[in-house]
């Protein structure tokens, strides 16, 4: 019997910028630094796609920036959904705009919308993302779900700003048709990296750093477990922090991703000064100036791509992602908190 190979979740920064400034994420979003105004050409998206897929990543998940401000985000996933053979395309957003092509984007093959939602308090989303539009958002959502294509929604769980929220937040999602809600803890050393919202990092005048937002959500899952009619576990791709999925009696799934729960390391981590890291080897991503990105903090161990990905070089392509995919292959699961629900949890 042949072992499958190990593939990390494919997640494509389609654009460079978002039009917010989240104080836990950063100009780039996903991506590491780059300029603004970026975006990846449809064609040159569904070209890297389609060789992605021939290696095993058939699972695409159009980030950014946000994929709303795309120009042409409608043509390059339709080009994707007819010229790659990808299993799922899932589109992260979390702009008002998406509403604007939202029945186009699920009649070009999207599988599933995922909605960043941290609140549904006006002022907390204000203080949250600087710009006071929750109510245009909230009607995206609706429109997202209006569409038929089934819809997540990510929550960072933030200490003092929207802890006391999450059940709110549950009962929200569960009366408006969502599909799931996937809780996120916050990435305390992402401001580790060289670009960062620091100008919304501010508590009376102060700075604060990223460990003054994170909050620990086994809490949150031993209330989960109590009341869920299931109980499974998630690990995308073979990879990434094992997540809990709760399946409540209404049908939500409510996701925990812990990042207690342990993580995926290669021998590229052992020599880097950030390790042991909140978000390790879980996804390849592509950034919107068309590198291949191992991890959210390290520009050293980008791969450029650019050039290759023009010139339609379909070998050297395949040879660059098969060099890459290998450190994920190698890659060694590290166990952290043994109390975690996600190390304890049911089978997958």
């Not at 950063?26 to 992605?52: H, K, M, N, Q, Y």
């Not at 450029?304 to 890459?324: M, N, Q, Y």
């Amino acid at each position: 019997m042949t072992n499958t190979p190990r593939r990390p979740q494919l997640r494509i920064a389609i654009n460079s910028r978002c039009g917010r400034a989240c104080f836990y994420c950063r100009p780039s979003g996903e991506g590491l630094a780059t300029g603004p105004g970026l975006e990846i050409d449809p064609s040159d998206l569904a070209f890297f796609t389609t060789v992605a897929a021939a290696l095993g990543l058939r699972d695409v998940k159009i980030t950014g920036g946000d994929p709303a401000l795309h120009t042409r985000l409608v043509p390059a996933i339709r080009m994707v959904r007819t010229e790659a053979d990808v299993r799922s395309i899932e589109v992260i957003s979390r702009h008002p705009l998406i509403a604007a092509s939202a029945h186009e984007l699920a009649d070009a093959g999207v599988d599933l919308f995922n909605m960043s939602i941290d609140t549904i308090d006006p002022l907390v989303h204000q203080r949250i993302t600087g710009v006071d539009d929750l109510a245009q958002v909230l009607h995206a959502l609706d429109t997202l779900i209006g569409t038929g294509v089934p819809v997540k929604v990510n929550t960072v769980v933030m200490d003092g700003v929207n802890t006391a929220e999450v059940s709110r937040l549950i009962t929200f999602c569960e009366n408006s048709g969502v599909a799931s809600l996937k809780l996120l803890d916050v990435i305390d050393d992402l401001d580790a990296g060289r670009e960062f919202n620091r100008v919304r990092l501010r508590k009376q005048g102060n700075v604060m750093n990223l460990h003054d937002l994170y909050t620990p959500l086994q809490a949150i899952a031993n209330e989960l477990a109590s009341i869920a009619v299931e109980v499974t576990t998630l690990q995308q791709g073979g990879l990434g922090h094992p997540m809990t999925v709760f399946t409540l009696a209404s049908g939500l799934q409510v996701i925990v991703k812990d990042s207690t729960a342990g993580s995926w390391y290669d021998a590229m981590c052992a020599t880097c000064s950030h390790y042991p890291c909140h978000d390790a080897l879980m996804a390849l991503r592509l950034t919107a100036d068309l590198r291949l990105q191992f991890c959210l903090l390290r520009e050293d161990v980008t791969i450029d791509v650019a050039e290759i990905i023009r010139a339609r070089d379909e070998v050297a392509l395949t040879g660059a992602l098969s060099t890459t995919l290998t450190e994920y292959e190698l890659a060694e699961f590290h166990p952290a908190a043994a109390s975690s629900v996600a190390i304890r949890g049911g089978g997958s």
